[in-house]
């Protein structure tokens, strides 16, 4: 009795379950039962995907890589060249004689700077030209100590292609002070000898061994004609001068490197580095001193006349 009740529930629970089936399938559209060997395939394949199946995994957060084509090509490409900012020259106007003068330093051979387009001129503008430019470096010109007491640079006076060159030692207070060479009590009597020789103030060219006045008038100092010089041999390779007169010991020294005394010396030929002809004679500040040597003097000058051939005016 007690089996047949068992028996009876087991059946009512499983038409239970057939009808929800059935009832299911109806909702979802299925019509039909698969066949039994269908069925019990799919109920096999079924079993073996569950169990092979690998367990159930969080998914890992994955990092984030940049796609290669995530980036626009012209990002990639060579950023384009940015033009440095253009800086401005002045123009040789602007530029002041000091710069020009340290930016060019003079010739230690008496030539001058490569680039000057008048360095060959030999026309009257030219030379002018061209000792216009001595005159600005010099003007700005540091080379010795003397630079450091001077007024005024002092470089010349007179006529650019002058045959007569006279040189002197150096500025003196007046020369410092006006710029311009043998201007003082000796300079008027330079310019009367010049006068007697038959030539214009003017129609000579007359210049120093340094450039700026040495301290008390004192004798410049071998190391200072030295620094000096390039601008003399510049000025003279400038005006090309026939004979050089050399007024008093200085001048004779710093032009021939000799020591020996100028009484001993004036009167006799020598060469500038063997080139053009010199006559050393006194200077004229001695002359002031000392004016009975003013026939030596003379003497001197009378023989640099006939060695240009020119007529020797009667004086006595
Ligand atoms: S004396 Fe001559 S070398 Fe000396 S600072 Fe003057 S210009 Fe320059």
């Known amino acids: 009795m007690m089996e047949t009740e068992a028996l009876r529930a087991e059946i009512a629970e499983l038409t239970s379950a057939v009808r929800a089936f059935l009832e299911w399938h109806a909702i979802s559209g299925t019509t039909g039962l698969p066949p039994a060997e269908e069925l019990k395939a799919l109920h096999f394949e079924t079993q073996e995907l569950t169990q092979a199946a690998p367990p159930r995994q969080e998914s890992a957060a994955i990092p984030e890589v940049a796609h290669p084509l995530s980036a626009s090509p012209y990002e990639v490409e060579e950023p384009p060249q940015v033009a440095p900012p253009a800086v401005r020259l002045p123009p040789p106007a602007e530029v002041e004689p000091e710069a020009r003068s340290s930016a060019s330093p003079p010739s230690l051979h008496g030539v001058e700077p490569s680039g000057s387009g008048a360095a060959t001129d030999d026309s009257l503008e030219g030379r002018h030209s061209r000792l216009v430019l001595v005159d600005q470096e010099v003007r700005g010109c540091q080379r010795c100590g003397l630079h450091a007491g001077r007024t005024h640079t002092v470089l010349h006076r007179g006529s650019p292609n002058a045959e007569i060159v ?101 009167g006799t030929w020598k060469l500038y580095k063997g080139t053009i002809p010199l006559m050393p004679t006194f200077h004229p500040a001695y002359l002031l001193r000392q004016p009975s040597a003013k026939r030596e003097v003379w003497s001197d000058l009378k023989g640099v006349l006939q060695f240009l051939g020119r007529a020797v005016p009667a004086r006595s």
Do not use: H, W
């Open 166 to 266: 006279f040189i002197g030692e150096g500025p003196g207070q007046e020369e410092d002070l006006s710029g311009e060479p043998f201007v003082g009590a000796a300079g008027q009597l330079l310019d009367k000898m010049i006068v007697a020789m038959g030539y214009g103030r003017d129609d000579v060219y007359i210049c120093n061994i340094v450039k700026c006045r040495p301290p008390k008038n004192r004798k410049p100092e071998p190391q200072e004609m030295e620094a000096c010089s390039p601008y003399l041999a510049r000025q003279l390779d400038i005006v090309k001068p026939r004979v050089i007169v050399a007024l008093g010991a200085t001048a004779v020294q710093g032009l021939l490197g000799t020591a020996e005394g100028i009484t001993r010396l004036r």
